[in-house]
Each structure stands twice: as structure tokens, then as C-alpha cells.
């Protein structure tokens, strides 16, 4: 059974860090692209970023870019996100993702873990 | 960036209902597009992917149609399961974008 566990989320104030860590198991985890999704509150789904199976390339949104890094770490099936200079607007549910076998969208999907930038 | 435009962005509907969601691309994705369901306090749920092509496990009442710019997520006939917030996604290109949303609500 896929599962996939979020863990790092918190409050912290704006400009500070925080990383996101996402535990996998019950696949293959090099094998497949992996990314984040967040929900802000009362918002819609925003994709944020993904990472492909071997770590070799990496995609980000816009409102991410230089600021949040993505990586993967498969010897222990976890996939991150390193959030620097964090903003009020980046306060959400952030969701880890699994690719389906094919590529581009999302068949598993974590509960999420709750980041809030605050002062 | 491809934006990606929904409408409506709610709609009221009864049990039994058939039910039309319509996902715009601001630019031709082919048949990259995918949908998702989601609903308040649970990870979002995958539907439809390639446009047309639905997930194992999903109800069949679920369809998908359309190509390049236009497509349609079609609810054949509404369950009482069904009502939650329904999102359209492309991945023909970086980055990956969503729809905003449609929320179906109980008349």
C-alpha cells in the first residue's frame, strides 16, 4: 500500500526557513516523480513544485522559484522542500505527491502538513 | 505559464443530477490534463488523467472528455459522495498549473 507521510510543517515568521520532509513506502520511490502541492486556506490547489525520480531535474512555480528547493534523498524513500524567505502568502496545507507510472499527474497524495508565516 | 480557467466555479445540484464541469486552457495542452477531487479535511483524490482516461477504483458515473484547449468532467448521475470541489490540472508543460475550482453544492 502507498503511503506517504508529511512531517516539518509549523509556524514561523516571515523571512525565516522551515523543511518539509515526506516519508515514503509501499513503491518503488526512485522510480518516480515526486512533487509538493499546497492549499492555502479557503484557497484552491497551487502546484508548487517536483522532482524526478533520479534527483537530476527539478521544476518550480513562479512564486517559489529561488526561494523554496526541492530534493530527494532515495536511500531513505523521503522527498523535501527546503522553504527559505518564507512570506505570509506561503502560509498552507502543504501536500506531498506521488506520479503516476506515466508521468505529469498525481495518483497518491500525503494528508499534508500545515505551514504557517506569521508575525 | 498556461492558466487554466473553470467554470462554473460552483454550481447547486440534486441527487441524480448529471453534472458538467468545464476546464479551459489558455493555450493547446493535447490531452495532458487531469482531474482531482477534493474535500475539506482530506487529501485531494485522483479522477481522470490523459483527459479521458479514468483511475482504477474510480466510479464509472466519472467521464472525461476534450482536447487541446477545451475539455469536461461529466457526473452522470450525482451520489451523495460526490459533492466536494472539483479541480482540472494541466502537464503539458512547466509549470504544471490548476484550475481554480469548481465547489458542487446540495440544492
Known amino acids: 500500500e502507498v503511503q506517504l507521510l508529511e512531517s516539518g510543517g509549523g509556524l514561523v515568521q516571515p523571512g525565516g526557513s522551515l523543511r518539509l520532509s515526506c516519508a515514503a513506502s509501499?513503491?518503488?520511490?526512485?522510480?518516480?516523480?515526486m512533487g509538493w502541492v499546497r492549499q492555502a486556506p479557503g484557497k484552491g490547489l497551487e502546484w508548487v513544485s517536483v522532482i524526478t525520480g533520479s534527483g537530476g531535474s527539478s521544476y518550480y512555480a513562479d512564486y517559489v522559484k529561488g526561494r523554496f528547493t526541492i530534493s530527494r534523498d532515495n536511500s531513505k524513500n523521503t522527498l523535501y522542500l527546503q522553504m527559505n524567505s518564507l512570506r505570509v502568502e506561503d502560509t498552507a496545507l502543504y501536500y506531498c505527491a506521488k506520479d503516476t507510472p506515466q508521468g505529469g499527474s498525481s495518483d497518491y497524495w500525503g494528508q499534508g502538513t500545515l505551514v504557517t508565516v506569521s508575525s | 505559464d498556461i492558466q487554466m480557467t473553470q467554470s462554473p466555479s460552483s454550481l447547486s445540484a440534486s441527487v441524480g443530477d448529471r453534472v458538467t464541469i468545464t476546464c479551459r486552457a489558455s493555450?493547446?495542452?493535447?490531452?495532458?490534463l487531469a482531474w482531482y477531487q477534493k474535500k475539506p479535511e482530506t487529501a485531494p483524490k485522483f479522477l481522470i488523467y490523459a483527459a479521458s482516461s479514468l483511475q482504477s477504483g474510480v466510479p464509472s458515473r466519472f467521464s472525461g472528455s476534450g482536447s487541446g484547449t477545451d475539455f469536461t468532467l461529466t457526473i452522470s448521475c450525482l451520489q451523495p459522495e460526490d459533492f466536494a470541489t472539483y479541480y482540472c490540472q494541466q502537464y503539458n508543460s512547466y509549470p504544471r498549473t490548476f484550475g481554480g475550482g469548481t465547489k458542487v453544492e446540495i440544492k
Open positions: 509501499g513503491f518503488t520511490f526512485s522510480s518516480y516523480t
Open positions: 493555450q493547446g495542452i493535447s490531452n495532458w
